[in-house]
């Protein structure tokens, strides 16, 4: 009788939704900063940091040392390992395939809190996948968009502005998301989305009794 009510709570931790720990998905338009004000906070977890996971994303392009760390893939080993069932969510953008590794099923099941920087359009997946999942928009003015894109050298700030009004007018509304801008200092945004963290911490901690 044992092994059969332990068989049958295997079977119930690998249903989804998973309702134990928290997922933050960190989502917002290009020169935001997501990836700075998710650093600030990661840089002073101090005794939390055990429990927070700042999730490695694996990406089809390779890193060129101004963006995010990332692990880099083929086209067609991306679609060989998504087959295989390597990652827990994988999405198409802009000409690029993003995953996130299975593995993050585990630390959101054990408890504990999963932080990622993901698309708009995956967070209904994600809220599908994990129980808790607390959806952070990190956005700036359309000025300061152009100003740090542009800054790159890739566009000028004309066509940067262009772009940025294309992007707006198809934007995805999030549902219950809490929005950081980042407009102002990155203290003033990190401090923010610390706060979340801390928050999300304080649930994991009970969210499987609850």
Not at 58 to 67: F, K, L, P, S
Not at 80 to 99: D, I, M, P, Q, R
Not at 161 to 178: P, S
């Amino acid at each position: 009788m044992r092994s059969s009510a332990t068989l049958e709570r295997v079977i119930d931790e690998q249903d989804f939704p998973i309702r134990h720990g928290v997922f933050i998905a960190v989502a917002g338009p290009s020169g935001a900063g997501k990836d700075s004000v998710m650093d600030y906070a990661r840089q002073r977890l101090g005794p939390q940091d055990s429990d927070v996971t700042f999730v490695r994303r694996v990406i089809t392009r390779e890193m060129d040392g101004a963006g995010e760390a990332h692990d880099c893939l083929s086209r067609a080993s991306f679609d060989e390992a998504e087959s295989k069932g390597a990652f827990a969510v994988s999405w198409e953008a802009n000409g690029l395939k993003y995953g996130l590794p299975a593995s993050v099923d585990g630390i959101v099941r054990e408890g504990h809190v999963a932080v990622a920087n993901v698309s708009r359009a995956v967070i209904p997946l994600l809220r599908e996948r994990y129980g808790n999942v607390i959806a952070v928009i990190v956005t700036a003015s359309r000025e300061v968009l152009a100003e740090r894109l542009s800054s790159r050298g890739r566009e000028t700030r004309e066509e940067v502005l262009a772009r940025l009004e294309r992007a707006h007018a198809k934007e995805l509304a999030v549902e219950d998301a809490t929005i950081i801008d980042n407009s102002g200092t990155l203290e003033e945004a990190g401090e923010k989305f610390q706060d979340i963290l801390r928050r999300a911490t304080a649930w994991s901690a009970v969210s499987d009794s609850v």
